[in-house]
């Protein structure tokens, strides 16, 4: 490692991903459990779509001046894990989760679009019946199901590393010096 690469990302980074990770794992939860039992017919149904819209819509805007700071910023050297195989898996891992939040972002722009919820929001139009009417709905359902799979591997990961390694990987992570 050059004496030019940091040990730690960018405070900026570090906020914004701990900030994703808890908008994330709300989303998820709530998109999973939560959404799906309450009735079409319930009046609090479209404020929890259009809060669920809002959010999204904030974290596509995060991830956008995240994928920036990749950029941008100097970085800790990639993680080892020891292993050629683990390190290339983490690699992937982190794409991948680039590529799902992405993806995430990018059906639920295309559900909002498509299923018309501007208008529904302000009342001008009835709550849709059946979202899987709208093929990004597909799309973003299975980007859920394997978001939730690769974060449950990243924070899997990322305890492995920080208990079993102890090489104290979630330091980078943090603020600090």
């Known amino acids: 490692m050059s004496e030019n690469t940091p040990k730690r990302y960018h405070p900026v980074h570090v906020v914004i991903h701990w900030l994703m990770a808890l908008l994330i794992v ?20 479209p404020m929890m779509l ?26 800790p050297a990639p993680a080892d894990a020891g292993n050629a195989a683990l ?36 009342g001008a139009a009835p709550y849709p019946a ?20 690769l974060v449950a591997l990243h924070v899997g990961a990322a305890l492995f590393h920080q208990f079993i390694k102890k090489d104290n990987l979630l330091a980078r992570m943090w603020f600090g010096k």
Do not use: C
């Open 26 to 45: 709300m989303m998820l939860g709530v998109g999973k459990t939560v959404m799906p039992g309450i009735d079409p017919t319930d009046p609090q149904k």
């Open 50 to 75: 259009q809060s669920h819209a809002f959010i999204g819509m904030t974290i596509g805007v995060l991830l956008l001046v995240r994928i920036v700071m990749l950029f941008a910023a100097k970085r």
């Open 87 to 122: 390190n290339f898996i983490g690699r992937a891992v982190h794409i991948l989760l680039y590529v799902l939040m992405l993806g995430m972002v990018a059906s639920g722009l295309g559900l909002f679009q498509m299923a018309n919820l501007p208008a529904v929001f302000s």
């Open 130 to 149: 059946n979202f899987f009417e709208y093929l990004p709905r597909v799309g973003h359902g299975l980007f859920s199901w394997l978001l939730l799979g």
